[in-house]
């Protein structure tokens, strides 16, 4: 039930920090250290590389996961779309593990990949949020996103969760490795869904982003370095699936190699900025789409913020920023749908759980 809000779309953005609060509490023992199904443990420990298979947004959190997944735990990490997959199967690694990543456990494109891989004796985890659905049913290993059912077809709640499990199988995987850390993904994780919190209370601000920025352009760029180049892919997808305004992600690097000639006066160019390595780089590639006349948005991490900056976040670890630096996104997205009338849990053309290939 929507209860108060007039969209489940809203009602699952706001939903966002007790998620996550939800995942920590089920993936913690009771010393807070982190709790998970020992053999999925045993698995991420005994294979030398991870595939990542998955569609749409989920793939989008697949690309944050191999991020965690190599830089706290040392496992090198593919990221496939599942549809792909089958057509230009890479040359695999000895012992290969494969990780599903499917809010709805259903979706076909995934699905024959995990029956491809079984066929020929590969082990897989799948990571959803419907733990009797065929995907989970179906490989050796289950991981519960704990997100409660999403029933607006743009995905939000479900794409958090993905993150914050993620990194707590990144975490562990690290501790079965006998690697230290100093990073620990239950406190990290508490704070980012504090943040998340915080920015649900600034929605007046964000709905005057959406309607200074959006409510009459035909097209959007997000652009973003690093991890946040990821958020950016899935910032473009909120906003045209559910306005269908037309926007791509883009590499701030790619710019100058081809893209930057989409600019034009009055073009909306949305700018994450919450990697302090990339920081200098992607207020760079602001300046050359402003010099062209483009209206850029820019959404910085405090302490890395400018005083021109549209929106700014409070700040998380470097690393969980997604699950944070994406809300403003989703919000923006959704008012920009409704400032253009378009049916916010219902967009034209498309089903929530995809069951044909
Ligand atoms: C976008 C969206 C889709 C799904 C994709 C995969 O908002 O919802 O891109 O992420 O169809 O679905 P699942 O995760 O159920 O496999």
Not at 35 to 64: F, N, Q
């Amino acid at each position: 039930e929507k209860g108060t809000y007039p969209h489940f779309m809203l009602k699952e953005i706001d939903e966002q920090p007790f998620v996550i609060r939800r995942i920590i509490q089920e993936y913690q023992d009771e010393n807070d250290n982190i709790k998970l199904d020992p053999e999925v443990r045993e698995a991420m420990k005994d294979h030398d590389r991870v595939y990542i298979i998955a569609c749409g947004t989920s793939y989008h959190a697949g690309l944050v996961g191999k991020q965690f997944i190599e830089k706290l735990a040392q496992v090198p990490v593919e990221v496939h779309v599942a549809s792909e997959f089958s057509y230009n199967m890479p040359l695999l690694s000895e012992k290969p593990l494969f990780i599903f990543i499917s809010q709805s456990g259903e979706t076909a494109d995934s699905r024959a990949v995990l029956v491809e891989i079984k066929q020929k004796g590969y082990k897989a985890l799948t990571i959803t949020n419907v733990p009797g659905s065929t995907l989970s049913r179906e490989a050796d290993y289950t991981l519960h996103l704990h997100a409660g059912p999403e029933i607006a077809v743009a995905s939000t709640k479900a794409y958090t969760a993905q993150m914050a499990v993620l990194a707590i199988l990144a975490v562990d995987t690290a501790q079965a490795k006998g690697l230290q850390l100093e990073f620990n993904p239950l406190s990290e994780l508490g704070i980012a869904a504090n943040a998340m919190e915080a920015l649900t209370d600034q929605k007046e601000q964000l709905e005057d982003i959406a309607r200074t920025y959006l409510s009459t352009t035909r097209n959007c760029f997000f652009i973003g370095r690093s991890i946040d180049y990821y958020v950016g892919l899935e910032g473009a997808l909120k906003l045209k699936e559910i306005s269908y305004i037309q926007a791509e992600g883009f590499a701030g690097g790619e710019l100058k190699h081809g893209t930057i000639a989409l600019i034009e006066e009055g073009t909306p160019v949305m700018a994450l900025a919450t990697q302090e390595n990339v920081n200098y780089s992607i207020r760079g590639n602001v300046k050359e789409v402003a010099a062209r006349g483009a209206n850029p948005c820019v959404i910085s991490m405090k302490g890395l913020d400018q005083e021109s900056d549209a929106f700014v976040i409070p700040h998380v670890h470097e690393l969980l920023t997604p699950l944070v630096s994406v809300v403003p996104y989703q919000l923006i997205s959704y008012y920009a749908a409704l400032h253009r009338d378009c049916d916010v849990d219902k967009p034209r053309n498309l089903a929530k759980s995809v069951t044909v290939e």
